[in-house]
Each structure stands twice: as C-alpha cells, then as structure tokens.
C-alpha cells in the first residue's frame, strides 16, 4: 500500500501518466484509481486552480464522463445542485476528495440499481 501511496505523491506534478513498470500491469482497483485521479485533473485548473474543479469545469467533466447520466436527468438546475451538494468548504469550488464522494456515491447509488434488477429477474 505504501508503494500505491508513493506513487500517487509523485503525480502531484500533475502530469498524468502510468506509474507501473513495465513488468507489472497494474491490478484492476489500480487502474480504476489511476483513472478516476487522471479525470479529474483532465478537467481541473483549465481556469484557476489546478487542484479543483469549478462549477464549468464540472460541468464539462460531467458532460464528457458521465453523459448517460445527465441526459437521463431531467432537472435543468443538477449540475448546481451538484456543485452545492459537493461542495463541503463552500468555496465554489470541488475539491479532488469533495470529486470522489460523488463518485462513491453514484457508484453505491449503480450497485443498489443492479441489485434490485437481479432481485425482480429471479
């Protein structure tokens, strides 16, 4: 774990790019944390600070990343709703951890969907 951990210090330069050596694949929870880290900072700091995302630049996150998911919605205030939801220093602005709860969340919220359709086809 300390390994993991050192690796991710080292990124704080924020160019995303593999930190596996090349005679080790990383595991499949590795690749999904590389590239839940490497989104984020694809869409922080295009218009401020690189180590957050503000409400346009969330917008475009969740446009790009999570489309299924927004043209499913009908309410045309969610990005807001979301910022505000997130947004646990009221700073307007998400920081990477404030980034992961939403991620955890819809993740539980898609694990709880799936259980249930499994549920109704038994």
């Keep these: ?3 993991l951990i050192n690796r991710c210090k080292q990124r704080r330069n924020l160019r995303i790019q593999s930190y596996y050596p090349s005679s080790r694949m990383p595991s499949q929870l590795e690749g999904a944390m590389d590239a ?3 989104v984020f900072y694809n869409y922080s ?3 401020g600070d690189k180590y957050k995302l503000n409400k346009g630049e969330l917008k475009q996150l969740l446009n790009s990343e999570l489309t ?3 043209t499913s919605q009908k309410d045309p205030m969610l990005v807001e709703k979301i910022m505000n939801d997130l947004d646990s220093n009221k700073d307007n602005e998400v920081d990477f951890n404030e980034f992961v ?3 955890a969340a819809l993740t539980v919220a898609c694990n709880d969907f799936f ?3 499994q549920k109704k086809a038994k």
């Design 101 to 103: 709860v939403l991620v």
């Design 115 to 117: 259980q249930e359709q």
């Design 36 to 38: 839940l880290i490497a």
């Design 68 to 70: 299924d998911f927004l």
């Design 45 to 47: 700091g295009n218009d």
């Design 1 to 3: 774990m300390s390994g």
